[in-house]
Structure formats: structure tokens, C-alpha cells
């Protein structure tokens, strides 16, 4: 399944946030960075449904825990489509808070078939507490 973790909630504590994105006048107009948590099956599959051709969003790296090896790689632009001409990178998911901060994650997408409940929370976690 997908789940995503809306870093917005993190930052915005009150409505008279003056942030860059309050700014924009239309939803449309705010596009979100999004790290999609897990690669090589799920992740991929609903990258391909939700997020290739979509305008609004950005994916801006995938996090590798599961597979040996695969972190440091990329998921290739002929299959990333057009919105993607150099693919899009694959990284440790031991890197986790580093890359929210360094990519401008807005939006964490949990995109694992087979976690426990304890995983999946710890994970929330360290993507909000960031």
C-alpha cells in the first residue's frame, strides 16, 4: 500500500505561517518534493501510477533498505518518462533525515508491501522529526 507523510504538517505550526508556499496562489502552482521510502517493487510500481506524468509533484529520489546494492543506483529516465530526463536517483535509506533536509523533501511516501507496524511507525517518525 502507500502511505505518505506530509512534511508540511512539520512545518507549519499555526496559519499565519509567512512560508514561501502560503505565498503561492494556487494549489496548482506549489509543487511537491516527494522521496518515495523503499525500492525495487512497490515504490516502483506506484511511482509508474501516481507520480510519472504528474506536474504538481517532483520525486526527487527513492531510499533503498531492503535489496543489497541497489542504494546509489538510478531508476532509468526511459522508464521515469519524460518529466524525468535523467532518471531518478536511488539512495541509502540509512541517509533518511540527511536527504529530507538536502533534497527539500515535502513529502515522504511509505511505498513498502511487507512492514511490520513497529517499521512503519519508526519511519513516520524519523521523517517528521526532521
Same mark, same amino acid.
Given at each position: 500500500? !502507500?502511505?505518505? !507523510?506530509?512534511?508540511?504538517?512539520?512545518?507549519?505550526? &499555526? /496559519? &499565519?505561517? %509567512?512560508? /514561501?508556499?502560503? #505565498?503561492?496562489? %494556487?494549489?496548482? /502552482?506549489?509543487? /511537491?518534493?516527494?522521496?518515495?521510502? @523503499?525500492?525495487? @517493487?512497490?515504490?516502483?510500481? %506506484?511511482?509508474? &501510477?501516481?507520480?510519472?506524468? %504528474?506536474?504538481?509533484? #517532483?520525486?526527487?529520489g527513492f531510499t533503498a533498505q531492503q535489496i543489497p546494492g541497489i542504494d546509489d543506483r538510478m531508476y532509468p529516465a526511459v522508464l521515469a518518462g519524460p518529466l524525468y530526463p535523467k532518471g531518478i536517483k536511488i539512495y541509502p535509506e540509512a541517509d533518511l533525515e540527511k536527504l529530507i533536509d538536502e533534497l527539500k523533501v515535502t513529502n515522504c511516501i511509505l511505498s513498502y508491501s511487507d512492514l511490520r507496524y513497529n517499521t512503519v511507525m519508526t519511519l513516520a517518525c524519523r521523517c517528521l522529526a526532521k
Open positions: 500500500s !502507500i502511505q505518505s !507523510i506530509n512534511m508540511s504538517q512539520r512545518k507549519h505550526k &499555526t /496559519e &499565519t505561517c %509567512n512560508c /514561501e508556499c502560503k #505565498e503561492k496562489k %494556487n494549489k496548482e /502552482e506549489v509543487k /511537491e518534493r516527494v522521496l518515495i521510502l @523503499g525500492a525495487a @517493487g512497490r515504490d516502483f510500481h %506506484n511511482f509508474n &501510477t501516481v507520480f510519472r506524468k %504528474n506536474p504538481y509533484a #517532483e520525486v526527487v
